[in-house]
């Protein structure tokens, strides 16, 4: 019996502190976030893509017009996939980052079937990827869910302003 019971305590303890994480997850997420929109276009005239309450979701269609449209700006670029473990866990984080850098631009595009041929072009082998690009040219690429590599890479294409 003394076995039992502490089982059955082990499982209690387990369901608590996933639903503790499950709580914490929530409360963490922002319902909204804003984005800004490229320069001089209002973000209801944006024929870019989708926004799902995160990042801007571009695909084969939109890409490379949005890239054309920042010009000069920043552009970091999250190539996921739904079933990816590692994207799923970055992407809160990179929302908050999108909050925090205003001077950069962060959109995702999902290497679906839909998107295939995109990423081929760009040669996407893993996710998640992350390409940066200025003037609709690629300047900087690392792969895997590393946010701090991803924020100094970003820092090293355009160190952030003191504003």
Request: a neutral charge; glycine letters at 8%.
């Amino acid at each position: 019996m003394v076995v039992r019971a502490s089982s059955d305590d082990a499982v209690k303890q387990l369901e608590q502190f996933g639903a503790g994480v499950r709580a914490g997850l929530k409360e963490q997420m922002p319902a909204t976030v804003p984005i800004t929109p490229p320069a001089g276009q209002s973000s209801a005239g944006s024929a870019s893509g989708s926004i799902d309450g995160g990042l801007l979701e571009l695909n084969k269609d939109s890409f490379w017009e949005y890239l054309k449209q920042q010009g000069e700006t920043l552009v970091v670029v999250d190539f996921y996939t739904d079933w990816c473990g590692p994207c799923k866990l970055i992407y809160p984080e990179l929302v908050k980052l999108s909050q925090e850098r205003t001077d950069v631009r962060f959109v995702k595009v999902n290497c679906n079937k839909a998107n295939k041929e995109l990423g081929v072009q760009l040669a996407i082998k893993v996710a998640p990827t992350f390409q940066l690009y200025r003037n609709s040219t690629k300047v900087a690429e690392m792969t895997g869910a590393k946010l701090d590599k991803l924020v100094a890479l970003i820092n090293e294409q355009q160190p952030p302003s003191n504003n």
